[in-house]
């Protein structure tokens, strides 16, 4: 498993696996969040009970305001996310997915998300967390591959 960033010495950190979904334009842009920390792949926490599958449905809805049409498990990777000024620290496990968006049902739920689609390009030096800033250069490189959980 690929992992990003190492925890800090003295904190305890909260194991929380992910679910997050990436939607690809024709023309190679990709549809990300803005949000107050920077460009973010929308989803986010799985909920005790809740499936990862069913984690990404809920989160890229209330960050995007778009149902899921097509959901294809991709990759996973392991990250230390380090925010004392916020009071988080997270053991990560993202569970990242390639989607087709379906219908857009309004605006999104969470206040300060403003989805966008951008060239991976243009996102990077821009990600929120350095593990999406790995997998948005990746896609730029490489693109979307088979799956390789």
């Known amino acids: 498993m690929i992992a990003f960033d190492t925890p800090e010495p003295g904190y305890h950190y909260t194991h929380r696996p992910g ?4 939607a690809h334009g024709a023309d190679g842009r990709l549809f990300l969040v803005r949000t107050k920390d920077g460009l973010e792949i929308p989803g986010g926490g799985i909920e005790p009970g809740e499936s990862a599958e069913e984690a990404l449905r809920r989160e890229f809805l209330e ?3 778009y ?3 097509e959901v294809t498990p991709w990759l996973c990777i392991q990250q230390f996310l380090t925010q004392p000024v916020e009071d988080k620290f997270y053991h ?3 569970y990242f997915y390639l989607v087709a968006l379906g219908r857009k049902l309004g605006p999104p739920f969470e206040e300060g998300h403003a989805p966008c689609w951008i060239r991976p390009e243009d996102a990077l030096g821009q990600m929120a967390e350095s593990g999406q800033e ?3 250069d990746y896609l730029r490189r490489e693109g979307a591959k088979a799956p390789f959980l």
């Open 19 to 22: 679910a997050y979904g990436l």
């Open 63 to 65: 960050e995007t305001g």
């Open 92 to 94: 990560k496990y993202p």
């Open 134 to 136: 790995w997998i948005v």
């Open 67 to 69: 149902e899921l049409e």
